[in-house]
């Protein structure tokens, strides 16, 4: 039996190239958590924030406010609404980026997890039917069948019972 393939094997990241990435990927992380916020749940609950659709509101109102400058209070800075503006803008760029990296990894870690299961999944059927006749091999498989009893819940229910059929008259 073939088993689907979404990875080419022979081009693997070398342990090296592994660990330089693991060691950018936290480096990034450190550097970026100097200046970064972290939220509690409580914090992020009821707040309305530039969400979807709400940018180009955020952005005409900041333009207007340029224009009509002397109608705002005179205590609203409009250099740290520029600011906060040009910071949104910087770290939407660092989000955007960081997505697009997490759903690299996340799909290649879906492909891995895919190819792993169709390979244990090929090596679980030959060696059942390959169990009976050979004992040793059916004392190995029996912690499979152990955390099979434990841990699958995915069994197919059973078929459902058909009502009696009512008597004909």
């Known amino acids: 039996m073939s088993i689907k393939r979404f990875l080419d094997l022979s081009r693997r990241l070398s342990a090296a190239e592994m660990e330089n990435a693991v060691a950018a990927l936290r480096d990034c992380k450190n550097h970026l958590s100097r200046f970064a916020v972290s939220l509690s749940d409580e914090e992020r609950k009821g707040k309305r924030t530039v ?6 509101y955020v952005r005409e109102l900041w333009r207007i406010s340029h224009e009509y400058e002397s109608e705002l209070p ?10 906060l503006l040009e ?5 939407k760029r660092l989000k955007v980026l960081a997505e697009e990296t997490a759903e690299l ?3 290649t870690v879906l492909a891995l997890g895919v190819e792993l299961m169709s390979h244990t999944d090929l090596a679980h059927r030959s060696l059942q039917n390959a169990r009976d006749l050979n004992a040793s091999l059916d004392r190995a498989l029996e912690s499979i069948d152990d ?16 009502p009696p059929a009512e008597p004909e008259v």
Do not use: C, H, K
């Open 87 to 91: 910071l949104y803008d910087e770290w």
């Open 74 to 83: 005179r205590s609203f800075a409009l250099t740290d609404y520029t600011a």
């Open 51 to 56: 969400a979807e659709g709400r940018e180009g």
């Open 147 to 162: 955390y099979n009893r434990r841990y699958v819940t995915d069994a197919p229910a059973p078929p459902p019972v058909a």
């Open 105 to 107: 990894i996340d799909d």
